[in-house]
């Protein structure tokens, strides 16, 4: 097998950055601001790194509150926030006569009300004009401790993270935001992170300090930034570092991250061909892990590379139990096909490559008619619901493909947050029929309805472009098939060029003519029957003559 080919199929892809993990567990936060009655005498801040504009001076109020922004905020304090709600709305859209620093009060106000009341989108909407008004609203400082609360109910596609980008690493420092500021700095580098700013990400995601419980989730994006910048060392020290608060220190905000610090190192050291240590932290993931068989699969390119064959070809067989029927591994055929045609096992190899011949081109095909069935992307959002709920009338092939592809993190994180939209939605209809019929829910419900079409565009957007991916995938591995096979055949005439006999010369003068399979105390051999088990998976081996060997100053193999 020529170089060429060993080098395009035996490709991994040395780290996937995570959009983010999970969202955080839920907790509800009361009052993080300004208290009810309290007056702010607070000064301008500093413009946002890498804005221009110039801060314009903070709005003082120099009147008394109006007699309505008086009882908005007595119901604020007794927590009747569907009444305050209404009081304050009347002061935000300027009919209670209140000047224009009680008017930027009661937007603050209105925002902690709605997050009170669990309208999260509908809350962000009223710190949206704050943020937007920059340092000159008097509430703009006081508002990032409140961002900070609504990261944790809505998912990054809420845009919750654009406002924080806002501010710069000064802002952070204001006593009052102590409490959060370490979430805040993993906040604003994640910002920075998903903009490319990866200098400014950096900076801030090394000041979560080791008891942070962000310091696992900085620590991880922190080795992401290294391995983009293909610096191995300072990347597998990170992953590491989260390691050893693992070790040292557990606690469940570290905890989730092992098996993707465990992961991650081992792709670093894949890209950076320390096989047997990629081996050593590929097998350190759990079965019960959900980044279990990514790992078995990408160990098997590890073991292919340290000719290892028989662990290669039993984790491909593990993949392909019926346990795992809903999973999606099409380039495990594709490396069946080249651990077989290295030991000159034309057959098998030919085998293989009939296998993916039979089921992928056509695969493809379909993926590509799904797309052209529904062009207008909201429409296509809809047919994803019923992909997912599985009752979109799919073959089975594609249907296993389709949800793989539509696992994608970021996609799911815009899922959500069209399903959050839903839920305040309901919220809006099931409330009292006197708050219903207010202005206030008018408006909360008309930014909501908004919202909600422009989240289903951009879901149906982001799915539409993971199947073309996919497509795109599956096509570059029909051409590895179609070397492959070219290959095969050639090497099943005994018509080889001079370049494949040296490959295969070289592999024969370190590779064992039969692989010996061997157990010990722990373990027994059972030959496989047909029939799989649950305690056998990950634990299957192959056990691989090498016909080159065989073959090696003879006529023909």
């Known amino acids: ?46 413009a946002s790194a890498g804005q221009a504009q110039v801060a314009a001076p903070t709005v003082e109020s120099s009147a008394p509150p109006s007699k309505t922004l008086e009882r908005a905020l007595k119901l604020y304090d007794s927590e009747d926030y569907y009444t305050s709600s209404i009081e304050l709305n009347k002061v935000v859209e300027r009919q209670s006569g209140d000047d224009e620093g009680n008017v930027q009060r009661a937007e603050f106000f209105m925002g902690k009300t709605l997050f009170n009341l669990k309208f999260y989108s509908a809350s962000l909407g009223y710190f949206t004009r704050i943020v937007d008004k920059g340092p000159a609203h008097r509430y703009y400082q006081k508002t990032l401790q409140w961002l900070a609360s609504l990261s944790r109910f809505l998912p990054e596609s809420a845009g919750v993270l654009e406002k924080i980008g806002k501010y710069n690493r000064q802002d952070l420092e204001q006593p009052a935001l102590e409490p959060v500021r370490n979430e805040l700095y993993y906040l604003l580098g994640r910002f920075h992170y998903n903009k490319g700013n990866f200098k400014e990400a950096l900076e801030l995601f090394g000041l979560v300090p080791d008891g942070s419980e962000f310091f696992a989730r900085a620590k991880f994006l922190d080795g992401i930034i290294h391995v983009r910048d293909n610096k191995g060392k300072e990347a597998a020290e990170s992953f590491k570092q989260i390691l050893r608060r693992v070790k040292d220190n557990p606690d469940k905000a570290t905890a989730e991250f092992e098996d993707l610090a465990n992961l991650s190192l081992a792709r670093v050291f894949y890209a950076t061909k320390q096989f047997p240590l990629a081996v050593k932290y590929f097998d350190k993931i759990p079965s019960e892990s959900p980044e279990w068989l990514a790992s078995l699969f990408e160990s098997s390119w590890a073991y292919y590379q340290t000719d290892d064959d028989s662990k290669a070809l039993g984790n491909i067989h593990t993949l392909n139990a019926p346990f795992f029927e809903n999973e999606f591994f099409p380039e495990s055929v594709i490396l069946r096909a080249v651990l077989f045609f290295q030991r000159c096992n034309y057959e098998r190899a030919m085998e293989a490559v009939v296998e993916f011949n039979q089921t992928y081109p056509q695969l493809r095909e379909e993926i590509l008619a799904l797309l052209r069935k529904h062009p207008e992307n909201a ?14 009338g799919l073959g089975e092939r594609v249907q296993r493909a389709a949800e793989g592809a539509l696992q994608d993190r970021t996609l799911a994180k815009t899922l959500d947050y069209v399903e959050e939209l839903d839920r305040e939605l309901r919220q809006v209809d099931k409330a009292d029929p006197s708050w219903k019929s207010t202005a206030i829910a008018g408006a909360v419900l008309q930014d909501l309805t908004l919202q909600k079409s422009i989240a289903e565009n951009e879901a149906g957007n982001l ?51 039969v692989v010996n399979l061997s157990s010990d105390d722990e373990h027994h051999y059972w030959r496989f029957d047909g029939e799989y088990w649950k305690d056998e998976l990950g634990y299957y081996r ?13 006529s023909a193999p």
């Open 542 to 554: 192959f056990r691989v003559v090498n016909r080159c060997e065989q073959g090696k100053g003879s």
């Open 1 to 46: 097998m020529n170089r060429h080919l060993r080098n395009t199929v035996a490709t991994i892809a040395t780290c996937v950055a995570l959009t983010s993990p999970a969202l955080a567990a839920k907790k509800k936060g009361k009052d993080a601001g300004e208290a009810p009655n309290a007056q702010s005498g607070q000064t301008a801040a500093p």
């Open 379 to 392: 429409e296509f959002y809809n047919y994803v619901k019923q992909i997912r709920r599985g009752e979109a």
């Open 463 to 513: 799915a539409r472009k993971r199947l073309e991916r996919l497509a795109g995938e599956i096509q570059e591995l029909i051409k590895q098939a179609i070397k492959v096979e070219y290959e095969t055949l050639q090497g099943q005439k005994g018509v080889l060029e001079a370049n494949i006999r040296g490959e295969q010369a070289a592999i024969s003068g370190t590779a064992k003519k």
